[in-house]
């Protein structure tokens, strides 16, 4: 009978993970980079200040992570697909309201934080708890490729929001309906293929295949989630989740000053305008081999070897960045950055489903969130400080270097969460891990 069931929704869950990967690209990929390219756009043809384009993305980014709390107790009250059709709703919502009504740049950031909103709902928090709840042992793999492919959608959506806008009589607005465009598709994936969860037979005939399939290789046994009495409470007390925590932190930090101020730093030791730009097209190619390779990495050492793998990586690439002077430092620094960052964007969410299972996960993830946002925050801001007061940029990277190390001896110190009644990582029933019957949820 478990032949028969495998056989039969061999490949559901796989049909279910690329709907998530697709709403993941809609929701995450589309308002980051193509809001990027949207927002450049409405700025100069509406003639305003460059202040304003600064305004829009931090509206953007502080909704989504103000918001991440409610999507998270949504996620486990109503489920991931009416979170996602929610989200969809939202952003059709901001894309017409962007097109037809903003014409000052506080109506503008309004807009631009509801579309944070929107992204909140159908995106990390949702799509990785469904994630966790299809995928047992192949779940390293699967977070994988969820997050290559939304780094694949932000290649796409940038020459696509480019060509639309430039290419039409409407100029930004074209970008705002493609917004609007593609929510429409999103709600009709989400309602025809996303799912809360799979059936408990046929979960458990997928792991038991997959178990038997990992026992003939060489590959290290995933964390057994942790069965925990004090739910929510009790998970916060672990000394392993903070560890968690301060990576995530650190790694944000490090991410948010590339973003903001690597250009200005390779300029400013001799590289030229063209050849610093060049490095974001390869940090962006490499995290997507990051976020593939993390999968592959865990499955065969463990995701806590993987993770501390990836934290070395993007430790060594922004050590790399402070003496890029030449070309070996120029693209080797790109390389190992993008590789590590890639890597640790996976590597902690691995790490929360498999230590404390699906039904806290949500909730870890959105306080997560809220601790990246602060990093992200708190990074560019105080790296511009330093640099208008001493002009150098090389202490901030020597300080990120070493919160980085920091977290890599946390990491291993504390080691895996410890408590009493394990159970297999994945192998518990459906029901169990989501809180509802053993029926297939629609």
Not at 61 to 76: K, R, Y
Not at 314 to 323: D, E, K
Not at 329 to 348: D, K, N, R, S, W
Request: proline residues 5%; aromatic residues 12%.
């Amino acid at each position: 009978m478990t032949t028969i069931k495998t056989n039969t929704y061999l490949h559901s869950r796989w049909v279910v993970l690329g709907a998530l990967a697709f709403m993941m690209c809609v929701s995450m990929a589309l308002p980051i980079y193509g809001g990027s390219v949207l927002g450049t756009y409405m700025t100069a043809e509406l003639h305003w200040e460059r202040s304003t384009l600064g305004l829009l993305i931090a509206a953007n980014m502080a909704a989504n992570g103000l918001c991440a709390p409610l999507v998270a107790a949504l996620t486990t009250k109503i489920g991931v697909r009416w979170c996602l059709i929610i989200g969809c709703i939202f952003m059709a919502a901001a894309s017409i309201a962007l097109a037809t009504w903003v014409t000052e740049p506080w109506q503008a950031a309004v807009t631009f934080g509801a579309i944070g909103v929107a992204a909140t709902f159908a995106s990390i928090i949702p799509c990785q708890t469904a994630v966790a709840a299809w995928f047992g042992h192949r779940r390293p793999f699967a977070l994988s490729l969820l997050y290559a492919a939304m780094g694949i959608g932000g290649f796409i959506f940038v020459w696509l929001m480019t060509w639309a806008i430039q290419g039409s009589t409407i100029g930004y607005r074209m970008g705002c309906w493609v917004f609007f465009g593609f929510s429409a598709i999103g709600l009709v994936v989400t309602l025809l293929l996303v799912r809360n969860k799979p059936d408990a037979d046929q979960f458990d005939a997928w792991e038991l295949a997959d178990s038997q399939r990992l026992a003939a290789r060489p590959f290290a046994p995933p964390p057994a989630p942790l069965n925990l009495d004090g739910g929510l409470r009790k998970v916060l007390c672990s000394p392993a989740l903070w560890a968690i925590y301060f990576s995530m932190f650190a790694t944000t930090c490090g991410s948010a000053f590339v973003i903001a101020h690597a250009q200005a730093h390779l300029r400013d030791i001799g590289h030229s305008p063209v050849l610093a730009a060049a490095t974001i097209s390869i940090i962006s190619a490499a995290m997507v081999v990051g976020n593939f390779g993390i999968g592959s990495v865990a499955q065969r050492f463990g995701p806590r070897r993987a993770f501390f793998g990836a934290l070395v990586l993007f430790g060594v690439g922004l050590f790399t960045l402070i003496y890029a002077t030449g070309s070996v430092g120029l693209y080797g620094y790109a390389i190992l950055y993008g590789l590590g960052f890639g890597a640790a964007q996976v590597g902690p969410m691995v790490l929360l489903s498999g230590y404390w299972g699906v039904q806290v996960f949500p909730m870890l993830t959105a306080l997560g969130l809220l601790i990246q946002t602060a990093g992200a925050a708190v990074s560019p801001i105080a790296a511009g400080v330093y640099f208008d007061s001493y002009g150098r940029y090389q202490p901030v990277i020597l300080v990120i270097v070493i919160m980085t190390v920091v977290a890599m001896v946390l990491l291993r110190v504390i080691g895996p969460p410890k408590a009493s009644g394990v159970q297999g990582w994945g192998l518990s029933s459906a029901p169990e891990r989501m809180g509802h019957s053993s029926k297939p949820n629609a």
